[in-house]
């Protein structure tokens, strides 16, 4: 999946200050979560260039889990200039991918 970034409490601000980013907040052991990592990397390569898009491993990451309040996963985030402007949870094809990002470009 190259072209989704793996974000850490290091680099998250970063990458989500400027443009529109969709993070996923997931776990290794989630089997949904698994089912949603070709759908985000279709849409990765789909929205290269317009949307931004990675991936915050919750038991890595623990600290950025509680921070945006994470209860289940897959939980999808969507960031524009460093800002929350949508948030919703389970999977998602890539067609609702685009259609959750879209508004926002």
């Known amino acids: 999946m190259e072209n989704v970034l793996d974000l850490n409490h290091e680099n998250f601000e ?3 200050a400027s443009g529109v980013t969709l993070v996923d907040f997931w776990a ?13 990397a279709q849409f990765a390569l789909e929205s290269a260039g317009k949307v ?4 915050v491993n919750v038991d890595q990451n623990m600290d950025l889990a509680q ?3 994470i209860m289940g996963i ?3 985030i969507v960031f524009k200039d460093g800002q929350i ?5 389970g999977v998602h094809d890539v ?6 990002t879209s508004q926002f470009l």
């Open 74 to 76: 897959p939980a999808l």
């Open 14 to 16: 970063k990458e989500v």
């Open 28 to 40: 290794e052991w989630c089997g949904p979560c698994r089912m949603m990592l070709p759908n985000l």
């Open 52 to 55: 931004k898009v990675a991936k």
């Open 67 to 69: 921070r945006f309040r």
């Open 95 to 100: 067609d609702q991918l685009t259609e959750l």
């Open 85 to 89: 402007v949508k948030q919703v949870a």
